[in-house]
């Protein structure tokens, strides 16, 4: 009996996170990625880079859907803009803001990016929970959320999108034991990976997450960072083995956008986007 076809070797598709490029105008960060051999856009909707709030979000959405197509570039969107809901206080509402008009106005921002990667033809849209203020009932803070997220998944489900939750350090869904729990309540949602906020907090190692959450990823990301310190770093300058999250990515053929989060390198944008490329694909090559 002949052996099986092997298996071609599956290569990574990377992305690159418009909150990263916020000293470039999209139009130009989305060709500085294309030029620089990226597959893809993790895209931040944001006061600078499509604003959801701005007039005509159709029409500029549909225009934005041409350039992507134009310059084969896939995407994923995003929704960790700082000061998009509330100029004064970071990240704020949240899905579990004590206000409830609070929690209704993120509602209903991520039911928006849950309209725009449905027109944009994104392979998911990533968000996160939030930090609970100090005293509050930990209880009533997953009712909240749990409410908030399968809110944002009944509308994604008829809008045919990928809804990706992200365990983040410090908030009420910190990493991927608390994502598990999300999961039991609302089967729908995706995880939505960090694979440096692995080596902050959690019990699983970033190669090991990837592997043991496999079928179940809906978005990644794989930017460096200090073990035990939550602070995204370019490929190589922090502590994550990156060639054994890349080696794990690619043992398990991850299909989805491969994302760098480098939001506070957008001054060096010029060299840093290049240059993250060049770096994670001698990793993977290595691998």
Not at 9 to 31: P, V
Not at 107 to 116: A, G, K, P
Not at 233 to 251: F, K, S
Request: aromatic letters at 4%; a negative charge.
């Amino acid at each position: 009996m002949s052996e099986p076809p092997a298996q071609p070797e599956h290569r990574l598709r990377y992305a690159y996170n418009t909150n990263g490029l916020t000293s470039h105008r999209l139009d130009d960060a989305l060709a500085l990625l294309a030029d620089c051999g990226y597959d893809g856009v993790a895209l931040t909707l944001d006061v600078a880079h499509h604003d959801p709030f701005a007039p005509e979000l159709g029409r500029r959405t549909a225009l934005l859907a041409e350039r992507l197509a134009g310059l084969g570039l896939g995407s994923v969107v995003e929704t960790g803009a700082r000061f998009l809901l509330d100029p004064r206080r970071k990240h704020q509402p949240t899905l579990v803001t004590e206000d409830p008009a609070g929690r209704a106005r993120r509602v209903d921002f991520l039911r928006t990016c849950v309209d725009v990667a449905a027109d944009l033809g994104s392979e998911a849209v990533s968000f996160w929970a939030g930090v609970p203020a100090r005293g509050l009932d930990a209880d009533e803070a997953w009712r909240w959320l749990v409410d908030g997220v399968r809110e944002v998944v009944v509308h994604a489900r008829d809008r045919g999108v990928v809804c990706a939750v992200e365990p983040e350090p410090g908030m009420l869904v910190e990493d991927c034991d608390d994502w598990m729990r999300l999961a039991l309540d609302v089967p729908e949602v995706t995880l939505a990976l960090d694979t440096g906020h692995c080596i902050v907090s959690g019990r699983f190692a970033p190669e090991q997450a990837v592997r043991e959450f496999a079928p179940l990823l809906g978005a990644v990301a794989v930017e460096d960072m200090p073990r035990g310190v939550h602070e995204h770093r370019a490929p190589g300058e922090g502590d994550m083995d990156l060639p054994a999250v890349l080696g794990a990515l690619r043992a398990v053929r991850h299909p989805g956008l491969v994302s760098f989060e480098l939001s506070r390198d957008a001054h060096r944008a010029d060299t840093l986007v290049p240059g993250a490329l060049e770096t994670i694909r001698r990793m993977e090559m290595s691998t």
